[in-house]
């Protein structure tokens, strides 16, 4: 099992930039995939970004696109999400989230086993 705590989050005003971490208990952290996923209030939980086990391949919701990087540290057992240009509707509680192994498919909730409790993200206009 792993255990995930996130934090980093805050408020920023548009245009702004924040960075996520995301640390992992246990020895094991670089057998898991980890995933980004966000929910706004009244809103399902959505894809953000999700990176492999080695980190050398990552996935990106097209909303964030070009905008949020996400990136792991095997020996710190600490997976990042770094955005930048931040939008109002960017606006959510972010969740890390592990899955052992590759999942087959990287960007649906229901593949990741484990989550955090989330860290709320508010962008101002």
């Known amino acids: 099992q792993v255990q995930l705590v996130e934090s980093g989050g805050g408020l920023v005003q548009a245009g702004g930039s924040l960075r996520l971490s995301c640390a992992a208990s246990g020895r094991t952290f670089s057998r898991y995939a980890m995933g980004w996923f966000r929910q706004a209030p009244g809103k399902e939980r959505e894809f953000v970004a999700a990176i492999s086990r080695s980190g050398t391949i990552t996935y990106y919701a097209d909303s964030v696109k070009g905008r949020f990087t996400i990136s792991r540290d095997n020996a710190k057992n600490t997976v990042y999400l770094q955005m930048n240009s931040l939008k109002p509707e960017d606006t959510a509680v972010y969740y890390c989230?592990?899955?052992?192994?590759?999942?087959?498919?990287?960007?649906?909730?229901?593949?990741?086993?484990?989550w955090g409790q989330g860290t709320q993200v508010t962008v101002s206009s």
């Open positions: 989230a592990a899955v052992q192994g590759n999942p087959s498919n990287y960007y649906n909730k229901f593949a990741y086993a484990y």
